[in-house]
Nanobody, 125 residues
């Protein structure tokens, strides 16, 4: 019954920042759900970006975003956040959050059970 909704995308210039939100549907909680973030650019396969454990104490990041992106869990247990800093044009993509089904590595989209609809991030001068 869990549904996820991403928000916060937009058009920014290189070097600027965005905060993306991943919210659970009404009546649901992310308290026990590990969350992965993926992105997909036109003509490209879906790419793993980052992952955060259910309690927010463990995090993983792709090499391409390490040191620039951060993740956190909301205080109300129904939201997860991805902070995108020092954005580059190559970060342009639709960003998705997903609930981890723990059926494989965090970088594998097939291991996730529930996906949001995506939010567009465009980095351009």
């Amino acid at each position: 019954q869990l549904q996820l909704v991403e928000s916060g995308g937009g058009l920014v210039q290189p070097g600027e920042s965005l905060t993306l939100s991943c919210a659970a549907s009404s009546g649901s909680s992310l308290e026990t759900v590990a969350i992965g973030w993926f992105r997909q650019a036109p003509g490209k396969e879906r790419e793993a970006v980052s992952w955060i454990s259910a309690r927010g104490r463990l995090k993983s990041f792709a090499d391409s975003v390490k040191g620039r992106f951060t993740m956190s869990r909301g205080d109300t247990n129904n939201t997860a956040f991805l902070q995108l800093n020092s954005l580059r044009p190559e970060d342009t993509a639709v960003y998705y959050c997903a609930a981890d089904g723990h059926r494989g590595p965090w970088t594998s989209p097939g291991g996730y059970d529930i996906w949001g609809q995506g939010t567009q991030v465009t980095v351009s001068s």
